[in-house]
């Protein structure tokens, strides 16, 4: 490649590198974000990027803000019954949902993975993308609950 050593054929805007050429049909400044805003199931406010998402490893879709998180912290209020370690932290940094190149979903085999992944700590190869996860846990799915799943965001 001129002027480059190597090439993305998946660039967005948060996966661009330097030396890198880079192409996608989703890259620039007027380039509309798609990802999903989710809002926080205790105010009901919008967790916009830049907010931390706690999601719950007990409900499904159950999601709360940075900011009702850390007042049930100081107030010692339980947001459902669920403790601190009961909630995924997502940093939610990233303004655009991101691809896992060469992860496929165990459950729906989507491949790569969109948005978050959550992989099994102890079962090898084990992925799924954010929807499974939510349907598994509403099926009361015993893997999930007995294994430790860790929420992977950024590739
Ligand atoms: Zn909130
Ligand atoms: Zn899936
Ligand atoms: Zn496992």
């Known amino acids: 490649m001129p002027g480059s050593k190597k090439i993305e054929i998946f660039a967005r805007n948060n996966n661009l590198r330097e030396g890198w050429l880079s192409l996608g049909n989703q890259l620039g400044e007027n380039y509309q974000s798609w990802k ?5 199931d205790n105010c009901k406010k919008s967790i916009n990027t830049g ?3 706690y999601k719950s490893r007990l409900i499904p879709n159950y999601d709360i803000c940075e900011y009702c998180f850390i007042y049930s912290q100081q107030s010692g209020e339980k ?3 669920h403790s ?3 909630f995924f932290v997502f940093n939610n940094n990233i303004d655009e949902e991101v ?3 060469y992860f496929s979903c165990n459950v729906c085999n989507c491949e790569p993975i969109w948005g978050n992944r959550f992989t099994c700590e102890e079962c090898e190869n084990y992925d799924l993308c ?3 996860f939510d349907k598994l846990l509403s099926e ?6 007995e294994h430790k799943i860790n929420n992977i965001e950024v590739n």
């Open 51 to 53: 907010i931390k998402r």
């Open 130 to 132: 954010e929807t499974c």
């Open 36 to 40: 999903i805003i989710l809002n926080c």
């Open 140 to 145: 009361g799915d015993t893997h999930i609950n």
């Open 99 to 101: 691809l896992h190149h």
């Open 84 to 86: 601190p370690k009961d």
């Open 79 to 81: 947001l459902s019954d």
